[in-house]
Structure formats: C-alpha cells, structure tokens
C-alpha cells in the first residue's frame, strides 16, 4: 500500500484571538503557577487539559461568586458586565483576554442599546454560546438571540431591528435572515444590518473549500465543543463528501485512509496545530 500525499493546511489553526488568550495564561502560569480561568480557555479539551496540567483551574460563573483576591483570565469569547460586577465585589484581577473583535462588537451593541429610540437588537447566534452570553449582557438581557428561521417568529417585526452576528457566525446565514426579515417587516419599521462576522474566520471558508477539493479524503480535527469547528467542517463536507471529523488521534479509523491518494488534514480556529500534526503522524505510522 503506497503513502498517499498528506497535507496539513497552513491557515488553520488558533485564531489570534486563541493565539493571545493562551500566551497570557502561559505567561502567569510560568510567574505563579496557579491561575482560575472563567470558562473553558479554548473549545478544545486536548488544549484545556494541557493548560490545566501547567497548573490552570477552569471554573464557572457560580464558582466565580465565592472566589476572593485571586486572578481570574476573561477568554477570547468576552464575558458580560456582571462578571466584571463580580470581579470588582470580590477584589479579582481580571487577566482580560477578550479577543478585540469581540470587545468591538461588545460596544458597538452596548453603543446601540444605549441610543435615543433604540431598536430591537437581534443576534444571529447560538444561544447559550459564551460569545453571545456577553453579548446579550450588553442588552440587559434583552436581546433576541436567533440561530435559524424558525427563531424569527419571536421577532416584533413592527419595531426597527439592529441585526448584529456571533463573530464565528456564516455571512451566508446572516444574509439569508437579513433578507427573511426584510421581507416580513412592517411598514414603517427598518432593518439595519450589521456585519459581525469576524473575517479572519470567514476568510477560511472559501480556502478551506478549495483546500478540501484538492484532496480525496479531507480529516477535519475540532473539540466537539467548538461552534465554528462545527461551521468550518460542513463547508468541507459540502465540496468533498470524504470528509471525517474527530477531536483527537485516537478517533481516527484506519478504514477511512485505505486506497487513498492524497489527504488533507485542517481544523477549526481552537485546533492546536500539534494535533493536525499527531494525525499526521499517525497516518504514516500505520502506512508504515
């Protein structure tokens, strides 16, 4: 059986959002050696149980509220104005590693809500995701959060409408409900659409179609966890069927690699590049 031609992609991998997240809990952990972090660091359990090994505490929102004078890292996603609440309440020091197109779209929303007149704010979104949990928290809770058509029907379409987008979001999906509900607004009222989607994401979509297309099998490496993991992998099974999906090296089939020319390996923003690398590795061993 002859090697087939692998290829790790080079455009994927950590974001730079992940990319600054992970160096400042790097940085702490190598200073103090202890450091909480709100959330998992990255939607990666391969990353987190790395980090957690060089002494990072992943906790939640309850455990937030009775922790003191610790300091406690914010992740890529953003968090609302009531985790900062907390952090002031308990004297924590926030290490604040909000990726920057999050915080931007943060104030943009805040900017908005803050208006004379504001309109419906609508978030095209997958509700209960930590990036839009903080950006709902911009709203006091009262932004429309929506992940597909159906969601629409919650809609006050007699009320001017902000459309904002989840960073990681598809440009695709968010003009498709532009259009949806432009078509059902009242007379009188006006939509107003923002384009959120952050373009360092979006950018990979139409290379990673390419890149998928170029190769007979396509293994895509996501935590289970990771929304634009989950987004980036159906824009590769959509121009190549052979496409497979797993968290790790231990979930790949040695069946789907037989008689098999060439194959491309790629991942989503929180795949650490090692990982593509280790199901690399893997194929060739069992080439080998």
């Known amino acids: 059986m002859s090697v087939p031609v692998i290829e790790i992609d080079e455009r994927s991998g950590f974001c730079f959002g992940v990319v600054t997240a992970i160096r400042k809990a790097e940085t702490e952990l190598e200073a103090s050696g202890r450091l909480y ?12 149980e790395r980090l957690e090994a060089c002494g990072l505490e992943t906790i939640t929102h309850d455990e937030l509220e009775h922790l003191h004078d610790v300091k406690v890292l914010l992740r890529a996603h953003g968090e609302p104005p009531s985790t900062y609440d907390v952090a002031r309440r308990n004297n924590i020091e926030i290490i604040d590693a909000t990726c920057p197109v999050v915080l931007q779209l943060q104030k943009r929303i805040k900017a908005t809500f803050d208006s004379a007149d504001a309109p419906q704010i609508v978030i095209y979104g997958q509700t209960g995701h930590a990036e839009v949990n903080g950006l709902v928290g911009q709203t006091d809770g009262t932004a429309v959060v929506v992940e597909n058509m159906s969601d629409l029907d919650r809609l006050d379409f007699g009320r001017d409408i902000a459309l904002y987008s989840q960073t990681t979001k598809s440009v695709e999906g968010l003009n498709e409900l532009a259009a949806e509900i432009s078509r059902r607004l009242h007379s009188g009222a006006t939509l107003k659409v923002h384009d959120t989607v952050c373009r360092q994401v979006a950018g990979r979509v139409d290379h990673l179609r390419r890149f998928s297309a170029a190769h007979s099998l396509i293994i895509f490496v996501a935590g289970a966890k990771s929304s634009n993991g989950k987004i980036l992998f159906e824009h590769c099974r959509a121009v190549n069927p052979n496409s497979r999906m797993i968290s790790d090296v231990s979930q790949l ?25 280790q199901v690399r590795d893997k194929i060739l061993e069992i080439y080998r």
């Open 37 to 48: 972090c709100l959330g998992d660091i990255v939607h990666n359990s391969n990353e987190v």
């Open 253 to 277: 089939n040695p069946e789907w690699i037989k008689d098999t020319d060439t194959i491309g390996i790629c991942g989503a923003t929180s795949t650490p590049r090692r990982l593509m690398e």
